[in-house]
């Protein structure tokens, strides 16, 4: 039995969401093949640095490369499109065939069954983060033959909206939390009184840098009771151009003026490591945000949040904004001042309660490490994976 872990993106925010599985899968002592595959050299080193001793020993370590003929497509069209992602797979068709379960965090690995025919392959969806967006739950969810989810929320979701088999579904906790280790918290620009996490989505039709980005930077200029953490989605500046597949719109992250890079009180991370290991989330002390996913990992300590509807959402009862209800909405960045004054009283009396219900909602955590809690499941669905497999191959055709 082969199970692969596939890490297949242009940044290292997939690699805690699935890694510790597989690190989990040798502690439970599974008695197959483990391999990790990566497809790029920041990948492979951020593997590394979370799997330790046991990469390239317990667990294989696989580095795909590409075709030339796909490398220079990719030198085209990767500005805008993520064209090495998708051909990655046509390049490495072999080692796919080689394995009887993928684990996977994203949704592009479905071409493997789509595209090139491995229906014998098992796609296990480890998904990556607990937001609410709606492409979270379109109906390519059910096209993977498991899906591992945080909580309960997501588990109706796919249900109800997706219409995945509650069978086909485990509920594990969220792998990523067991990585977080106190002792690294680090408190970010020491010299403000309170640290604000701007943590915009890449979208164009959900983010509010696009419209609002420079006047949120300008409400932070020269003050010190307020620091500015600047932490956007790991995406917003990857590419020239932002794409997004579920509402067809494209965008210009454009640049960040040189004034606001100056000062005490400012700081700006467009895709470190801390930008994906939950270093702002913890620090923080309070979130200003949109879309992105990373709230939820916010909430594991509840604190004060604002939310800036540039786009003028009609939100309340919408779940695709369900987020929106752990703390105040505004629609411009002019509403900021006041927002800030009155968010740790806002907090106290009316949104900490909400928040720790949408955490609950979110993220069903136990005793047993997620980790281990996931590794049980992938292990499960993988023997009776290679039960079926056999089945079928002693049918005649």
């Not at 199970?3 to 940044?11: M, T």
């Not at 009887?100 to 071409?111: F, G």
């Not at 039709?205 to 620091?227: I, K, M, N, P, T």
């Amino acid at each position: 039995m082969r199970i692969g872990f596939l890490f297949n993106h242009d940044q290292i925010h997939q690699v805690a969401h699935s890694l510790p599985i597989a690190l989990a899968l040798v502690e439970i002592g599974f008695g197959g093949e483990i391999v990790v595959a990566t497809t790029n050299a920041a990948l492979a080193a951020e593997v590394r640095r979370i799997g330790g001793a046991h990469i390239g020993t317990a667990i294989e370590h696989v580095e795909l490369q590409p075709s030339p003929l796909s490398r220079r497509m990719d030198a085209v069209l990767g500005k805008v499109v993520p064209a090495g992602k998708l051909l990655i797979y046509r390049d490495n068709l072999a080692f796919f065939r080689s394995l009887d379960v993928l684990v996977v965090a994203e949704k592009t690995s479905l071409i493997l069954k789509k595209r090139y025919g491995l229906t014998n392959l098992g796609i296990i969806h480890t998904r990556h983060g607990a937001g609410d967006r709606a492409i979270g739950f379109n109906k390519a969810s059910a096209c993977f033959d498991h899906v591992l989810c945080s909580g309960p929320k997501i588990r109706d979701r796919l249900i109800a909206e997706a219409g995945l088999d509650r069978d086909a579904i485990s509920i594990v906790g969220y792998p990523k939390f067991d990585l977080i280790r106190e002792s690294s918290r680090v408190r970010f620009l020491p010299t403000a009184g309170q640290v604000v996490l701007y943590n915009p989505h890449p979208s164009p039709y959900l983010s509010s840098w696009y419209r609002h980005g420079h006047a949120v930077f300008e409400q932070f200029l020269g003050r010190s009771d307020h620091g500015l953490l600047f932490a956007p989605h790991v995406m917003l500046f990857q590419r020239q151009f932002v794409v997004t597949i579920d509402r067809l719109t494209v965008d210009k992250a454009g640049e960040i003026p040189s004034r606001f890079l100056r000062g005490d009180n400012i700081k700006v991370d467009l895709g470190s490591r801390a930008s994906t290991d939950m270093s702002y989330t913890l620090s923080a002390d309070i979130y200003l945000g949109d879309a992105s996913s990373q709230v939820y990992e916010f909430l594991l300590k509840p604190r004060p949040c604002i939310f800036l509807n540039s786009h003028g959402h009609v939100w309340q009862g919408d779940p695709n904004f369900q987020h929106w209800r752990a703390g105040e909405v505004i629609t411009c960045p002019d509403q900021l001042p006041l927002a800030l004054e009155r968010a740790d009283e806002l907090h106290a009396t009316r949104y900490r309660a909400v928040q720790e219900d949408l955490f609950a909602q979110s993220f069903d955590l136990e005793d047993t490490p997620s980790s281990i809690r996931a590794a049980y499941a992938v292990a499960s669905f993988a023997e009776r994976q290679c039960r079926t497999n056999r089945h079928l191959t002693l049918v005649p055709a």
